[in-house]
């Protein structure tokens, strides 16, 4: 049986300002959820608290941030922005609020995925023929799992890790 809990979206997250509220991912602990919004003008995310449907901005910048994905023990949060001019993936530690560039390429690369051990990322890339990449954020390795070669676009969803961290969709 699944328990489905009623929230209060007109509250906030979907008020009169016509937002684009987009992206949505839970917290670790299921007690918040992560959600990209251009309530500020362009895209930032912000985090809404269940428990009494506050919204905080997790990370607001002139920037546009999405694709929010938090590491399976909740500490980091990977998205991806275009702070340096292409969209790259980042990661920032929730405690710190430092954040750190994780890809450096000269294209787009978008929608992070956290592997269920956390020692991976892997995400959609527009390098080279554009691709379904696997990152290991340790030693910055990049493996190419599925490889576009200019076929089709690489625009697609975020890429999801099952359970056991062997397959992805």
């Not at 051990?117 to 390098?127: A, N, V």
Request: glycine share 6%; with cysteine; charged share 20%.
């Amino acid at each position: 049986a699944y328990e489905i809990k009623e929230c209060d979206w007109s509250s906030d997250v979907c008020s009169s300002d016509l937002s684009i509220n987009i992206a949505p991912c839970w917290t670790p602990d299921g007690e918040k959820i992560i959600f990209v919004s251009d309530r500020n003008g362009n895209y930032d995310i912000f985090t809404l608290n269940l428990a009494d449907n506050s919204i905080e901005p997790t990370i607001v910048s002139q920037y546009n941030d999405g694709a929010p994905s938090y590491s399976p023990d909740g500490s980091k949060l990977a998205f991806c922005s275009d702070r340096g001019g292409n969209f790259s993936i980042y990661i920032m530690n929730l405690e710190t609020d430092d954040i750190t560039k994780l890809t450096n390429e000269e294209t787009h690369e978008l929608f992070p995925s956290w592997s269920p051990d956390g020692k991976t990322i892997s995400f959609i890339s527009y390098f080279k023929n554009g691709g379904l990449v696997v990152l290991d954020i340790e030693s910055k390795k990049r493996s190419t799992v599925v490889d576009y070669n200019g076929q089709n676009s690489p625009y697609t969803a975020q890429p999801v890790w099952s359970p056991d961290g062997e397959r992805m969709c």
